[in-house]
């Protein structure tokens, strides 16, 4: 039984509202019903615009991304090749400082034995 009256109550209520929408109405009704289909078509325009711009941005946007995923690509491979240039360009340093290093120790030790020769000549002498 309730829901016979929610139903019934529903209809009365739409049907009133629909009476009240008609009678204070601005335009007579078939002027609303040109000036409905007029917006309707200006609606389904501005939606139809509206799909095309979507799509443009989506392309736009789907182009970006596929230049940047290049771009990334040839900046890293930039990169790699500005650093193995670098490594390259500094190997025959390297290499040159560790014979250096090699060559500074090489002359420390002789120092070392040549003082050490001194000190046991040094010792003798005066024993």
Same mark, same amino acid.
């Given at each position: 039984?309730?829901?016979?009256?929610?139903?019934?109550?529903?209809?009365?209520?739409?049907?009133?509202?629909?009476?009240?929408?008609?009678?204070?109405?601005?335009?007579?009704?078939?002027?609303?019903?040109?000036?409905?289909?007029?917006?309707?078509?200006?609606? &389904? *325009?501005?939606?139809?615009?509206? $799909?095309? @711009?979507?799509? =443009? %941005? &989506? *392309?736009?946007?789907?182009?970006? $991304?596929? @230049?940047?995923? =290049? %771009?990334?690509?040839?900046?890293?491979?930039?990169?790699?090749?500005?650093?193995?240039?670098?490594?390259?360009?500094?190997?025959?340093?390297?290499?040159?400082?560790?014979?250096?290093?090699?060559?500074?120790?090489?002359?420390?030790?002789?120092?070392?034995?040549?003082?050490?020769?001194?000190?046991?000549?040094?010792?003798?002498?005066?024993?």
């Amino acid at each position: 039984m309730k829901l016979k009256n929610a139903g019934i109550g529903f209809l009365v209520g739409v049907t009133g509202g629909t009476l009240i929408a008609m009678l204070n109405a601005p335009k007579s009704g078939s002027e609303l019903q040109s000036s409905l289909k007029s917006g309707s078509g200006s609606m &389904k *325009s501005q939606m139809g615009q509206l $799909k095309i @711009e979507a799509n =443009e %941005v &989506k *392309s736009s946007f789907l182009k970006t $991304k596929h @230049e940047s995923q =290049e %771009v990334f690509k040839t900046l890293g491979d930039e990169v790699k090749t500005m650093i193995s240039n670098y490594k390259a360009d500094i190997s025959p340093n390297i290499e040159r400082i560790q014979k250096d290093v090699e060559n500074l120790q090489n002359r420390g030790e002789d120092i070392q034995e040549s003082v050490g020769k001194i000190q046991d000549n040094f010792k003798f002498k005066f024993k």
